[in-house]
């Protein structure tokens, strides 16, 4: 799949695909996600793919750092579904990338024919390059979900793409909103590893000093961060 194009100025389409993994069951009646691009890029027509219904875009849709949301009329279950088409030109280096929609309450996910439907966090987001790499997701694992820190207080799961996306900080797929509440500032705290030593600081709190998280209500012991005992810090940003 072509993911580089040349930064001349002319107009190139532009398509953004949902892809499952070959052995996959495919129900896909509704998707939400978002566009950001660099000021050189312009978009000058867009549209949806099969046949899309009742979509609601964010406000100035498909400017960059908007967002949409729809459902397929019917559903579809191919393993390569083409969701939006874009009519695209740029003229020196720049990029034009996919991302969750940027109301974080709809996120970027996929949802089935079911009542209530089901959500399916969407793993990857593709991006084109002009004069630059561009990227195409390879199908296969969904991404972990955990939780993320927005705000001072505000918890919720997202996998760690939508979370960087949204300026959070992603605390791992081990975490928990519920049963750890890790967002708040009277959260546990534990041994961080850092590089300037051990200290004994939140999980949130050693995400962003770039810490590794050894485990609530564990002390900051002699040679605790020399690879010894304590669990491995979820992934982190």
Known sequence: ???????????AVVFAYAAFAPDTVVDLRAVTFGIRH?????????GI????????????????????????????????????????ACKGPGYFEITPNPNRHMGGNF?????????QPISLYGAIG??????????????????????????????????????GDWLGSASDCERDAPCLPEADRGACCLASGCQFLTQRDCTRAEGRYLGDKLACEPGRCDGGSGSTMPESR
Not at 38 to 46: E, L, P, R
Not at 66 to 73: A, E, T
Not at 111 to 119: D, K, Q, V
């Open 111 to 119: 949802a089935n024919s079911a009542t209530p439907a089901l959500l």
């Open 49 to 88: 793919c099969n046949g899309g219904a009742l979509s609601i875009p964010t406000p100035g849709w498909p400017g960059s750092g908007s967002g949409i949301s729809y459902m397929f009329d019917p559903a579809d279950q191919r393993p390569l579904v083409p969701l939006y088409w874009f009519v695209v």
């Open 1 to 11: 799949m072509l993911t580089r194009l040349p930064a001349d100025g002319r107009r």
């Open 130 to 167: 002009f004069d630059l790499e561009g990227f195409a997701p390879i199908p296969g694992t969904p991404a972990p979900r955990g939780a993320c820190c927005l705000g001072e207080r505000t918890c919720i799961t997202y996998t760690k793409e939508e979370c960087l996306y949204y300026y």
């Open 38 to 46: 660099t000021a050189n890029v312009k978009i000058h027509a867009s």
